[in-house]
Each structure stands twice: as C-alpha cells, then as structure tokens.
C-alpha cells in the first residue's frame, strides 16, 4: 500500500493512471489517509485471491476500520473484502459496479454503501447498481446525471461533492447541509 493524506482511512481499488483521474484521489487525500493498493507483478490473477490477500493485508496492518473506494471491475473485488473481513470495513462507494452479483454471498456485509451510476452509463451497469442495491441492506443508489462509465472524469466535481459528503457523514450525507 503507499499511502498519504492523514484522517480516517480510505484504501483506494482502482489504479491511478492518468492525470484526468488524479483529482478525485487528490481531493480524497485533503480529507482522509488514502491508502492505494500496489498490485504486486505476481499477484494472484483471481479476483478472488486477490480479495483475500487483500483482507489479510487489512487485518494483519490493522488498517480497519476503513472505507474502500472502487469502479467498474474492482467493485467486486471490494464487495469480496467486505464480505471477507466485515467487522474491519465501515463503508463502500461502488462506481459504476460492471459485473453481476448473482452468485455472491452479501449477507455478512454490514458497510454502508454507495453505488454511484451514470445516467448515461450502460444498461447492465443500471442493472448490477439496482440489483446491488436490493441485496445491500445499508446501501444507497445515487444516478450521476449526465455522467458516463468514467464518472470521475466526465463529471469529476458532482462525483467527488457526493462520494467525500457519504464518506464524511455516512447516511447522513441524504440531507442537505444548509
């Protein structure tokens, strides 16, 4: 993991590539410790032994209590590690979840949660978000308008105003501040 920032601990699934993208991690880092994950060249390939040797990290680290952030693919490796280690992972903001969750078990995941989804993003990521939300028990689904499957960068400010609001406040985020 490399890691700045100082405050409450965020671990960052998604590799930061690009400038385009850098600015949600950035601004993440003027409010929490972010923690980027470095995925190592002989990591496992299975998302699932990845999600476990990631939930051992945050174990034998004591990372936890900690919030992850993930898009597209690497939600599912996020909701694995909230399943894995439930009582070390407060809170999830899932962008643009890509896979579908029929075959997951996400009864011990007790992380408030918040799926992000573009209004113009695809069809089957409409579909994983709302089935996401039915099987989250503490989750929340919010459409980004005018956003697309990239919604740090096609609506960088709308997505980061919304993602660093929940993980401040957590359910609390639903009510405007005056």
Partial sequence: LTSKGQGRPVIWLDPIR??????????LSQNFLLHQWICP???PVKIADRAFLMSNTIKSQGLGPVDLVAQG???LLALLIAHNCPDQISQLVLQNPAQSIE???L???AARTLILIG???SPDRHSCGRALKAALAKSHLIFIHNA???LETSQPDRTSRIMIDFLNR???FLVREQ
């Fill in 18 to 27: 690009t400038d385009q993208n850098q600015n949600l991690p950035d601004q």
């Fill in 41 to 43: 060249a002989d990591a």
């Fill in 73 to 75: 693919q690497n939600c």
């Fill in 103 to 105: 075959d997951l078990s």
């Fill in 107 to 109: 009864d011990k995941i």
């Fill in 119 to 121: 209004t113009m993003s």
């Fill in 148 to 150: 697309d499957d990239h």
């Fill in 170 to 172: 957590g359910e609390v």
